[in-house]
Structures are given as structure tokens and as C-alpha cells.
């Protein structure tokens, strides 16, 4: 009964679905939190989270999941690099562009965020970038800039050589990264949050809906809504564009979740011009400045290295050459057997093309392969999610959300 009425404060606070976090996880976190508040007594500790904002405080620290890396999702990054180099820089150059990183963790998507438009030659003062959590843990940590290897999960990592250097303390990102973004602490699901601020041009809220229960994500989706400028861009997570539709107009960009606002007439040829508007920007022309080894390789060889076959399939899809893609993922795994990692690439080009059984098939055998692979489960899930199956969707997710919180500890 008291547990239910923990479980409740927390969904009308941070929306959080405990089911997210498997069967376990609030009772455990309740139960750290009155030992280190020395209360033994269920009632007691719900009255003190009445009472004290701070033992609130702290229990959202013990549930919440800061699970973050440089260039997560990389392709995000590339997507962006492009828009404002193609369509951003020829049209605004008489202001700066507005971005929110929302949930931002500890920093590192903030900070890709920043690295990313430095690459694209805008200069610190051409953006400004809020950042925004409701961990104060995760914020003073993004604050201090300094990062070890779990934060470099990414296969580039070649911008920690132009934007930081090593010190045996770990990764110090340079001054003028730091300085260029600001972090907030806040909470999404607050009405008035940022609400006298101007519209942002770019939104990244990219995994936290995954944890919100079907209420909070309506909450939330209404808010970033307000938040976004008219032809703003929101880029959220795969597993959470189904939060987003009516409101929101998918720009089918593959391998990136990007979107507009919807018409808010509901004009479906208006919508349609919406989504068609800004998928091609990486159609126009390579970008000049390039991390990515990966979005610049060449077609492939007469001879191709296993690796390279893979990579050039990955830049195809990238480009949207979804059969061509799709033909070397299958060459590549029929000489790579257990690669996990191929077959969620088929998959995405399989769900891409909008072979959703193909697709499903591909995760499958992926999470066959490698039952911990975070990707795969939550293509999964995405999918389940699209043909209705929402309990077994669901099911995936607490999956996810267990092995996240296990590789954060
Ligand atoms: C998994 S991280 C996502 C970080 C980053 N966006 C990414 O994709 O790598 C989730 C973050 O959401 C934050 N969070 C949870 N509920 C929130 C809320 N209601 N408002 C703001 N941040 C929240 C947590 O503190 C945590 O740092």
C-alpha cells in the first residue's frame, strides 16, 4: 500500500513507469534510501518525502537511469552536421541557433551537440545550447567536463584529440566546449518549464520517454511541442516515436528519429510537404569536415575486407540505398555468422524499407546471438510497439531498462 503511494509521488513527479525498471527496483531504492535516512518505518519515509524536498531529492537520484555516451546514435549527429551546413548557415546566419538537450545526463550529448556544430564552422557565439536534467548528480559531473572510456563507446573517437586531452584523471574536454553549453537542472514534466524562454531550433530529448508511463509521454510531448520553433527539429530515441504521433511528422531519415510539428490544422498534404522538406539534406552534397570514417568511405573494393563490406553497407543506408545496403548485409553474414551487430544493421534497413517481418527476424537473431544487445531489443520493442503489441513491447523494455541499470552501476 505505502509502496503503491512511493510509486505514485514518483509517476506525478518524473513520470517514471516503475515497470521500466524491473519488479524490483523502486523497493530497493526505498529501502537504501531509509536506511541512509535511518527510518525503518514505511510511513515514516513516505511523510518524510511529504515533508523534505531533499529526501525526495535523493530517492530520484537512487531511481533514475544517467546511462549516456559521446555520439550516441551517431547518425543523429551526421543528420544535424548536414542540416546546418545545407540549410541552417545559407538562411540564419543573422542569429544564433537554439538548442536543448533534454535529458542531458552527465553530458556527453550536450557536449557531441557542441563538438558537432563546431565541426559544421559555426563559431561559440553563432549557438547557444541549454541543457537540461533532473539529476543535480549527473549535472555537476557534466559541469567539471572530465570523462573515462565508458564514455567513448562510438567507433570515432577522433574529436577527443581536437576538442580535449588525456590526463591520468581521464578525458578533459577543452575550455571552449565546456563553456559553450548551460547546464539547468529541471524537470520535463513541469508546466512551466523554460517557459519564458524563446522556442529552440533543435530539441534533442533522446531516452527518457522510454521511462515515462503513457500519461507523462502526453505531458511531455505537449511541452516539447511549446518548446520547438516552428520548423524546428526534435530528435528523440527509436523506441519512442510512437509517442509522438499526430503531433509530430517523421522526416525518414534513416537510422535517425528526427522530426517536425505536425500542421496543426491536421492538413495531410501539408503534412506530407512537412516530412518531405528537410529528409535530404545529406542528398545535396559530402559534408566538408567529417568524423565519421564511416559516412565518407568510398563504394566498396573489388576485394572488400569483411569490415569494409560492412561499413560500406552502413553508408549506403546511410544515403538511403536501402536494397544495396540490405544485398551486403547478407554477403557480409553469410561469411559472418554470429555478428549481432550485422544483423541489427539488416534489420534497420529492413525496417527502413518497411519489411517489418524481415526486420523483426534480423533483432531476432541478433538478440539470439547477443541476448544483451541494447540496439537490437530496442528495435524490438519499437516494432512490437508499431503492430500494436504493446505488452510484449513493454516486456522488452524493462529488459532494457535492467541491463541499462546494470551497465551503469
Ligand atoms: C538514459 S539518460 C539519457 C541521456 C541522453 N539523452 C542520451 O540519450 O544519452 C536519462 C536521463 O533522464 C533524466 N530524467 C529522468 N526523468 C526526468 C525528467 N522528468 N526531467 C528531466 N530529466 C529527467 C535522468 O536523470 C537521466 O539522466
Redesign the pocket.
Known sequence: MIHDEIETLLRN????NPETLGPRAIATAVNQRMKSADITDRRNYLQQLYRCPREMEAL??SV??????FF??EEAFNYLRHYVIFEWIPHHSHRALRVL??????G??PFSIAITLLDAALRVQNFHIDA????KQ?LQKAKRGVYRKNSFRGQNISFRDRYGWETPEGYHLSPQVRKSVNFIH????NPLFLYNNPPYDII?????LI??DVE?RQR?VQILERLLAPTGLLFV?SAEVSALSGRFISLRHPMTWVYRKADPRGDRAENRKISAQAAPPVAIAPPPISYSPVAEKPAPTPNPTPESLLDSARNLADNGRLHEAAHLCETYLRQNRTDADAYVLLGEVQGAAGHEELAEQSFQKAIYLDPNHVDALLHLALLKEHQGEIASASGIRQRIARL?KLQGE
Not at 13 to 16: D, E, F, N, T, V
Not at 64 to 69: A, G, R
Request: glycine residues 8%; charged residues 20%.
Open positions: 513527479k518524473i513520470g517514471l530520484i537520484e533514475v537511469v544517467p546511462e549516456t555516451w550516441r546514435n538537450s533534454i535529458p542531458c545526463s552527465t556527453e550529448e537540461v536534467d533532473i539529476s549527473a529541471g524537470n520535463l514534466l534533442f530529448c533522446r531516452n527518457l521511462y515515462f507523462a511531455a530515441g541499462l
